[in-house]
């Protein structure tokens, strides 16, 4: 992200050197200046960083609508911006991806250590174990109960969780 942050700096700067216009180069110094002490100096709060890039870029769609910048370095700065925004957002996003793999000819998704620490660390506060119905509704809003269903059966092949048929339906807990 640094290297993205740089260019969109960079770009921002070489964009004020090619306004002739003061007041707006001093705008736009002063935005950029705005963006480099909350993503640097600070590093607090992506959301304020998100806003700053926003503000930005309508400020460089001022300049390209009124005609005060050649169009290249205000599209530059434009797309680095964006690129930077991106970033940002994917970093933010909390939810670890799966992967997929290949195992004997078939794909099999690998459970993720994220995951297998949040049903283990959920099914340490139930010692006697919990049913699927139980455990679907605590993770309801993190995956499917299919998805929950094929990381306990990953559990349970790794030897980490025990599922238990006693009577009815299946529960689940750790071994000891």
């Known amino acids: 992200m640094k290297e993205t942050f740089f260019a969109a700096f960079f770009s921002l700067s070489h964009l004020s050197f090619t306004l002739k216009d003061k007041f707006f180069r001093q ?3 002063e935005k ?9 100096v600070q590093s607090v709060d992506n959301k304020l960083t ?3 890039i926003t503000e930005l870029n309508e400020f460089i769609d001022i300049l390209i609508h009124l005609k005060l910048t050649p169009l290249s370095p205000a599209l530059l700065a434009q797309k680095n911006l964006l690129h930077l925004h991106s970033e940002i957002l994917d970093s933010a996003s909390s939810k670890p991806k799966t992967e997929a793999v290949k195992e004997k000819g ?3 998704i690998n459970t993720n250590k994220y995951y297998k620490e949040k049903i283990i660390a959920y099914l340490k506060t139930k010692p006697t174990g ?3 119905k ?5 993770f309801s809003s993190q995956f499917s109960s299919r998805t929950l269903q094929r990381y306990l059966h990953y559990l ?19 071994i000891h």
């Open 27 to 29: 705008k736009l110094i």
């Open 32 to 40: 950029t200046k705005e963006l480099f002490d909350n993503h640097v």
């Open 50 to 52: 998100t806003q700053k």
């Open 106 to 108: 078939k794909f099999v």
């Open 130 to 132: 919990a049913q699927i």
């Open 134 to 138: 139980e455990l679907s509704s605590f």
């Open 156 to 174: 349970v092949k790794e030897d980490l969780v025990i599922k238990n048929k006693d009577g009815g339906f299946p529960k689940y807990s750790l």
